[in-house]
Nanobody, 123 residues
């Protein structure tokens, strides 16, 4: 069983930066792909970005965050990070960390989910 716990959300002004953390625990978590998703009120959950497991050097990002967000992982600590730069009000959402056997873009491909952390960007 894999458990994921996000932290680091909060209220920031437009243009600011914020880093979210995801603490992962469970067998084999270092080999799993980790994805970040977000869900704004009244909208579907969407892929933000993801990073492959320790054996692969691969990451992917949604077009809306490419060049602004960076995903990294520290396998020694079983931590995954989402560094968010140049935030704007459209980035306001609940952000979720998720784990899957392979790096995928669809939420239904992810087996494990954290509880989410709220990010609010004021204009």
């Amino acid at each position: 069983q894999v458990q994921l716990v996000e932290s680091g959300g909060g209220l920031v002004q437009a243009g600011a930066s914020l880093t979210l953390s995801c603490a992962a625990s469970g067998r084999g978590v270092s080999t799993m792909a980790m994805g970040w998703f977000r869900q704004a009120p009244g909208k579907e959950r969407e892929f933000v970005g993801g990073i492959a497991g320790v054996l692969l050097a691969q990451s992917d990002y949604a077009d809306s965050v490419k060049g602004r967000f960076i995903i990294s992982r520290d396998n020694a600590k079983n931590m995954v990070y989402l560094q968010m730069n140049s935030l704007n009000p459209e980035d306001t959402a609940v952000y979720y960390c998720a784990a899957a056997p392979r790096l995928r873009l669809r939420s239904y491909d992810y087996d494990y989910w954290g509880q989410g952390t709220q990010v609010t960007v004021s204009s």
